[in-house]
């Protein structure tokens, strides 16, 4: 019988895991990348969910974190389609990743399959050398007891954006297209 062998280091906080976890999470410690993960339940069908995943104007309403106002500058929807999205801060005190005030972001759909995944990788327009770098950004749609369950995965943050802000900025997001696909 093979041994199948697990580790445990600080990263983990204290939990086992598979060599190929541990080696992932190491060099994501080392190059200051991480992720994030955040799953959301929608009472609604998962092709209105996906419509409102590849709608500019849904996507304005929905893809903006409370304390922000969105500009979508281009957005063509299919496989090789590009967007271009700025999301403005409301308070004059708040700093933007791009501007004063502003964070641009520019992006291309890689892969759609109809009502189920949307991958995106998107890129933050920006000076700073701690927020440049591609991020990936997949939506999974799952069928759940007459809902969809919605899981988004960002994956590739650069070192300068914080993980907890970007959990929250995609919960405020994620409860936007809730209450938007549940609207009707």
Known sequence: MRRRTSFVG???WGLVLSPRVWARRCAESRSGVSSTRISRRVSA???IVYRALLDARAVAT?????GM???VHAF???EGGSFRISLTYDAPTATGKSTAHTDTFHGRFVKLVTDEQVI?????????PSLRGEMTI????ADADGCTDILAVHDGLPRGLSTADNKLG???SLAKLAALVEAG
Request: charge should be negative; proline fraction near 9%.
């Open 62 to 66: 929905w893809m903006v974190p409370t």
């Open 138 to 141: 997949t939506y999974t749609l």
């Open 69 to 71: 106002t969105s500009h």
């Open 170 to 172: 995609w919960r405020m």
């Open 120 to 128: 995106e990788v998107v890129e933050f327009e920006t000076t700073d």
């Open 10 to 12: 600080p990263a983990t």
């Open 45 to 47: 069908p998962r092709a």
């Open 76 to 78: 063509d929807a299919r």
